[in-house]
């Protein structure tokens, strides 16, 4: 079964609501592994209720709108799909607890032709239940490695190709920060636990028939460890100094892997590298960061 184009760019999304408290904020900055130092001061902020902040990368995980590519009426090959791109920009700071509604959109469907799959790109935005306030909008862009070639017979299906959200970094000078963290061997199996508890990333038995040799970490829980390293890098560890950060996935992470996150600082903008130093300095994310103004 082809991809449905047009069912996919017209999907109907319902809204969705979502009430968390500190437990959740604080469940989910330790799969981050905030906490690992239990005297840092700056680190019990995310994990200890007295004057608690929520990690901004926890809007990746709140009213998400589930794995609806797998719905058979998107004709979608959902088990050749992979997350390719993933940007939030926050228009206010995330709060620690409170409760927030999510509208879903389908942004394009892009050919990129025969063999070479589709890119599938959506947003949500979520905002204060109560208020109204927009807090975070977010942009998750789907490589689907088995759609492709579509637009060879309907052209007017082509799609718009999506703009970059961000201009790869120059990494021909040093770094003027670099941060190493350490992931928890258990950082998937708590991760899950806010979002996404797909078994590829707790069952040995599922990863390895989808050729990992051991379950991998969640790409989003990559996404948040690198915010977590510019936030100590360049905000003092204040979860409201970032205005919006946009990561490409590059290769998967193993739970209990040291990421390495080198980062260039121009102005406004961070641009960074996310490698494993012990796989060879394999590069598993870049992506960039704006600071809030």
Not at 6 to 18: D, I, K, L, N, S
Not at 166 to 175: H, I, M, Y
Request: charged share 15%.
């Amino acid at each position: 079964m082809a991809i449905d184009v047009v069912a996919v760019r017209h999907w109907p999304f319902a809204e969705v609501r979502q009430t968390y408290a500190a437990k959740d904020t604080i469940l989910y900055a330790l799969a981050l592994g905030y906490g690992s130092d239990p005297v840092h001061a700056a680190q019990l902020r995310f994990v200890y209720e007295q004057d608690l902040q929520a990690s901004p990368a926890m809007a990746t995980a709140l009213c998400h709108p589930g794995f609806w590519i797998s719905d058979a009426r998107t004709g979608i090959d959902a088990a050749q799909c992979v997350h390719a791109e993933h940007q939030v920009v926050w228009h206010r700071p995330l709060p620690p607890t409170g409760a927030l509604v999510a509208t879903t959109r389908v942004l394009d469907v892009f050919d990129r032709g025969a063999g070479k799959g589709a890119m599938l790109v959506f947003a949500r935005d979520l905002h204060n239940e109560a208020g109204g306030d927009l807090i975070a909008s977010i942009e998750h862009r789907t490589l689907c490695r088995a759609d492709g070639g579509f637009a060879a017979d309907a052209p007017q299906l082509q799609g718009s190709r999506p703009a970059a959200l961000f201009t790869p970094v120059d990494a021909s000078r040093v770094p003027d920060r670099r941060i190493d963290i350490a992931s928890l061997p258990q950082a998937a199996l708590i991760y899950r636990l806010s979002a996404d508890p797909n078994p590829l990333h707790a069952d040995p038995a599922v990863a390895q028939q989808a050729g990992f040799a051991r379950p991998i970490l969640h790409g989003l829980c990559t996404y948040g460890l690198c915010c977590r390293a510019i936030l100590e890098a360049f905000c003092g560890q204040r979860a409201d100094q970032v205005h919006a950060l946009a990561l490409r996935f590059l290769a998967p992470v193993f739970p209990g892997e040291t990421l390495r996150v080198d980062m260039w600082h121009d102005g406004g903008s961070i641009g960074f590298n996310c490698s494993v130093p012990a796989r060879d300095g394999l590069m598993v994310a870049t992506g960039s960061a704006t600071l809030a103004a």
